[in-house]
């Protein structure tokens, strides 16, 4: 009898035991670890450099600590898109929380790499997330993915350009054939480009050191050019505007930031910084719970114009003013 009783006290003090909470799986030092985000970028330019500061500074807004309430893995595929395949899987292989993705081609590698899994990825800076097969649908995207688009419609874009210079016939588009938010763009943009009487000459380049041969064959061909959110051209925009400018010609862009920081004409487009604040909000609404299956896709909550006077002057470019121009973005 009395061993039955010793027995029966061990159970239940040892029962006691394992439920207190530095002996479970719930402890508070383990709900309490920072959360893992892998950030994978297409290539490094300004206007996807800008997005990626947007996301972290709206945690950081939003009270979130580095290093105590999340870890921010950075890393750049390089236009690469067999190493955006390994940063992906290992990050799959790292257990991270959430990948962040910059760029179409680095959100098709992290979709690759986590299907089956329940790794949520948020995105910025992809045109076309139903064309590129990320998501199922723009309203309930219906896979473990959701972000931001940074489409802006050709049309209206168009239509500045031949506001600002009224002589437009023909503009040259430089764009990578391996990445498939440039083909979307190119398809969009020749249905524009016969809406306002464009013609537009096509050159391919596969990765940045053929940027320069790209805009080269162009040179005599066109009347200015035009990168409309193509990474590669974007990664090596300096030379495109250097080019151009020696021919005499402009160069416009879809990026508002890089008419500041470089020699383009004028833009329309959202402002980078602003997106990532936007996937930002999206990246802490994961954090809490939300499935992001049902977040819907977002686009840009507003489009801005940007002009550039020392190009025109340059150029001997006289811009309209800019109450003309900035009707256009809206």
């Known amino acids: 009898m009395k061993d039955f ?3 029966k006290l061990s159970l239940i003090i040892t029962s006691l035991f394992l439920s207190l909470p530095f002996l479970t799986n719930t402890s508070q030092s383990e709900s309490q670890k920072p959360f893992k985000i892998q950030v994978m970028q297409v290539i490094q330019h300004p206007a996807l450099d800008a997005s ?7 945690l950081i807004e939003q009270g979130l600590v580095p290093d105590k309430d999340f870890i921010w893995v950075y890393e750049s595929a ?6 955006a395949s390994q940063i992906a899987q290992k990050a799959v292989g790292n257990k991270v929380g959430a990948i962040v993705t910059l760029g ?10 986590t299907k089956g899994q329940k790794i949520p990825v948020i995105f910025a800076s992809v045109t076309d997330p139903v064309g590129s097969k990320i998501v199922e649908s723009l309203e309930k995207p219906g896979v473990n993915a959701s972000g931001v688009s940074n489409l802006t419609p050709s049309q209206p874009q168009f239509e500045m350009f031949m506001k600002i210079q009224p002589q437009l016939k023909r503009l040259g588009i430089i764009y990578s054939p391996g990445e498939a938010n440039a083909i979307a763009l190119n398809e969009e943009m020749k249905k524009a480009a016969l809406l306002v009487g464009l013609e537009l000459v096509f050159a391919p380049a596969t990765k940045t050191s053929e940027v320069s041969s790209a805009a080269n064959k162009l040179r005599d061909k066109v009347d200015a050019y035009f990168v409309n959110n193509d990474n590669i051209a974007l990664a090596a925009f300096g030379s495109i505007v250097q080019i151009a400018e020696s021919a005499g ?7 508002t930031d890089l008419v500041e920081q470089s020699g383009a004409l004028a833009a329309m487009g959202p402002k980078q910084y602003e997106l990532g604040r936007q996937a930002g909000k999206m990246l802490l609404r994961v954090l809490k719970g939300d499935p ?5 896709v977002e686009f840009a909550q507003k489009r801005t114009v940007s002009v550039n006077q020392k190009a025109a002057d340059r150029l001997n470019i006289k811009l309209p003013v800019a109450s003309e121009l900035n009707g256009q973005a809206k």
């Open 249 to 255: 010609k402009p160069v416009y862009v879809s990026d």
């Open 78 to 83: 390089q236009g690469n898109v067999a190493l």
């Open 292 to 296: 992001v299956a049902e977040m819907p």
């Open 52 to 58: 990626r500061k947007g996301i972290y500074d709206e």
């Open 5 to 7: 009783i010793f027995k």
């Open 104 to 113: 179409t081609m680095v959100t098709q590698s992290a979709m690759a790499a």
